[in-house]
Each structure stands twice: as C-alpha cells, then as structure tokens.
C-alpha cells in the first residue's frame, strides 16, 4: 500500500494541481489596486480562455490585463476615458461602464509581470496602481495547490483517461466584492454536467475563508 502525501495523482503519474494547470480557464497571476477619495481601481492579470466560453472545458488561452475603475459618484455617460501609464508606454482609453458591478472595465490584452510602474488618470487625478500580489504570502501557484488539495474529489470525478472534463477559474475577489478591507483568492471548479465549487483562500496564511459545493 502506497501513502500518497499532498495532492493526488491520477493518469500517467499526474497530479491533480498538474490537471488543474493545465485546464485553468482564467488563472489570475498579477493583481494591481490604487484608489482615491473618490476613485478606486485595480488590475488582474494573467491568462484566461481566448473564446470565453463557461462549458466546463478549457481551451486556447491568451493574455489578459483586466482594468476595472469604480467611482463614488455618477457620471452621465457609459464611457469613461482614461489614461494610463505603464513604465514608459502611454495608453488611452475609453472604458465601458459594466451593469454587474457598477464598475467601468477594459482589457488591456496583455500579461503584466508585477514589476510594472503604473499610473492611472481619471476625471483628472493621477494616482499609482501598486502590485499588491507581490506582498501576498500566498500567491497564485500556493493557492492552486491548497484548492487542489481540498476540491481533489470534485476535481477528479470528471476525469476521462488522461484528461479532465472540467476547467478551472483562479480570481482575486476584492474590497469591491466583499465587506472586508482585504483581498482574496478565489478558486472556482465547473465541470461539464455544469455543476460549480468554489472556495476562497486568504492570500496572508492560505486559511479557507469559504467554500461552496
């Protein structure tokens, strides 16, 4: 009998977190936040499916660099131009005000590295989007482990032969989507018979804070 320690293994001598890698969906890697009085803003980067398609099967990927800019106040138009500078590169855009949550968001199409220098204009303040993930003492690849470990048999009940009928979602849920001063992971498995679980994991000392299934 063979004691197997941390995550399990299955096919071909791979391991669930192998799986999970290989089938994330959205993997959120970079995580930037700057705010004002009045003005709060963030960037999640990393790689996301190309065609985002929620079916249970992760396919071609790409670079993503999702800005969202939240204000305090009205505005009159569902466009909000802003202006933002990326080490030496200046962009412009004009963003589009997202219903879901009340936020106005862009994707820059791009994979940041966390070691940008970021500055953000909007309605004529200049403030600076620092990478909060490089202080997280769990990132990214720690969170993917601690959520293969504990959704293992939900993960793996939907595998077939070598491969896995299901894909993965790695996000960070911020003060905007909860009522806490913080940031978190968020992990979230969908399989192909659209059944979802989902867990959420302190980036300070990887406790489970949540989890639904």
Known sequence: MF????????GCGKTTLDHV??????WTKVYYLGETENCYASI????????????????????????SVTL???I??????????????QLERAIEFNTLNNSYMVDLERELKGTENIELTVTGQT?????????????????LEIASREFDKEITKKKNFNSLNAEMYLRILDKNANNFDDVFWCFT????????FSIVISTVDGSILAKTK
């Not at 890698?21 to 959205?26: L, P, Q, V």
């Open 3 to 10: 004691v197997v320690v941390g995550v399990s293994l299955f």
């Open 21 to 26: 890698k290989a089938n994330m969906s959205e």
């Open 44 to 67: 999640s980067s990393g790689v996301r499916e190309k065609k985002y398609l929620m079916n249970g099967q992760s396919e071609e990927k790409t670079a993503f660099a999702l800005l």
């Open 72 to 74: 305090d106040h009205e």
């Open 76 to 89: 009159s138009s569902t466009l909000l131009r802003v202006k933002l500078t990326i080490d030496d590169e």
């Open 127 to 143: 403030f600076k989007l620092n990478a909060l993930s490089n202080d997280f003492v769990v990132d990214d690849k720690k969170a």
């Open 189 to 196: 498995v969908l399989n192909v018979d659209n059944e979802s």
